[in-house]
């Protein structure tokens, strides 16, 4: 069994993009705390349309991040430099698309792109999108630079559709977080 505080002493970025999984994220960021990991939280302007980001503030006791006025180039470099995990959950088919192509211009993806930390995706869209074309050559192409992805999971999702585009349970992501830590360490 874990250690309560197995992740003492690691800095985590928790990034939270516009789907409705997002309030899975709070539940993630609770976790990740109460494992001793000094957590981030980055959402961006989207995934404040599902979940505000007071709840991250009030978990982690740090201020959340959202727009690139929040922090500047200097503070932004900082932070990625500082991280030993950057974890984005859930993952939209559109952060996946600027991730994968290298689009800046919301404080998530600009950090993502400035890090050299371990990235550890769990995507959340639906089905279709997550079979579409682009999509798959957009994940296949992070993977080739080291990202890892926990899910998506197979079940119904919030339109009622079915199949695979579920994100992964926190208590998954947590699981995968510490192995990729493990693996960094």
Same mark, same amino acid.
């Given at each position: 069994? #874990?250690?309560?505080?197995? !992740?003492?002493?690691?800095?985590? $970025?928790? $990034? =939270?993009?516009? $789907?409705?999984? &997002?309030?899975?994220? &709070?539940?993630?960021?609770?976790s990740l705390v109460r494992a001793g990991a000094c957590v981030d939280a980055l959402l961006t302007p989207a995934a404040t349309r599902f979940i505000a980001?007071?709840?991250?503030?009030?978990?982690?006791? #740090?201020?959340?991040? =959202?727009?690139?006025?929040? %922090?500047? %180039?200097?503070?932004?470099?900082? !932070?990625?430099? $500082?991280?030993?995990?950057l974890i984005i959950a859930p993952l939209t088919a559109n952060t996946l698309a600027r991730l994968a192509l290298r689009l800046g211009g919301d404080v998530l993806v600009d950090v993502a792109l400035a890090? #050299?930390?371990?990235?550890?995706?769990?995507? %959340?869209?639906?089905?279709?999108?997550?079979?579409?074309? %682009?999509? #798959?050559?957009?994940?296949?192409?992070?993977?080739?630079r080291g990202a890892t992805c926990v899910g998506p999971g197979e079940g119904r999702l919030a339109s009622g559709a079915a199949g695979l585009?579920?994100?992964?349970?926190?208590?998954?992501?947590?699981?995968r977080a510490r192995r990729c830590l493990a693996r960094a360490a």
């Open positions: 069994m #874990r250690q309560a505080h197995d !992740l003492e002493d690691k800095r985590i $970025g928790l $990034g =939270v993009t516009g $789907g409705i999984a &997002a309030y899975k994220s &709070a539940a993630l960021c609770r980001p007071l709840p991250f503030q009030c978990i982690t006791g #740090r201020p959340v991040l =959202v727009h690139p006025a929040d %922090a500047d %180039a200097g503070e932004i470099a900082a !932070l990625a430099a $500082g991280l030993d995990l890090t #050299r930390a371990p990235l550890l995706l769990a995507p %959340a869209m639906e089905p279709e999108m997550w079979q579409h074309p %682009a999509t #798959r050559r957009h994940a296949a192409g992070l993977l080739e585009g579920r994100m992964a349970e926190p208590h998954e992501i947590l699981d």
